[in-house]
Nanobody, 119 residues
């Protein structure tokens, strides 16, 4: 199993920046990819950014050029740097980790952290 703990959310004005952190523990060697998702009230959870182990990152079109995902393997931590924030970025942000065991993929979730962008 993998445990994920997020931090770094908060309230920021439009145009500001925040950095989210997600620390992983447990069976971290089984992680094949980590990412960030978000869910706004009334909306489905959507992918924000993903970083496969050894692969290239990908971003939702709505955040390209503003958000950056990065990973510190020594600290087992993934980050989401969010710049030029907009009110529509307001959501609960969730860290995710995919593991693959044989032919089975499983996705773990953090508890979520609230990001609120005021106009």
């Amino acid at each position: 199993q993998v445990q994920l703990v997020e931090s770094g959310g908060g309230l920021v004005q439009a145009g500001g920046s925040l950095r989210l952190s997600c620390s992983a523990s447990g069976s971290i060697n089984s992680i094949s990819a980590m990412g960030w998702y978000r869910q706004a009230p009334g909306n489905q959870r959507e992918l924000v950014a993903a970083m496969p182990t050894g692969g290239s990152t990908n971003y939702a079109d709505s955040v390209k050029g503003r958000f950056t995902i990065s990973r510190d393997n020594a600290k087992n931590t993934v980050y989401l740097q969010m710049n030029s924030l907009k009110p529509e970025d307001t959501a609960v942000y969730y860290c995710s980790a995919n593991t693959i065991t044989g032919a089975t993929m499983f996705r773990y979730w953090g508890q979520g952290t609230q990001v609120t962008v005021s106009s």
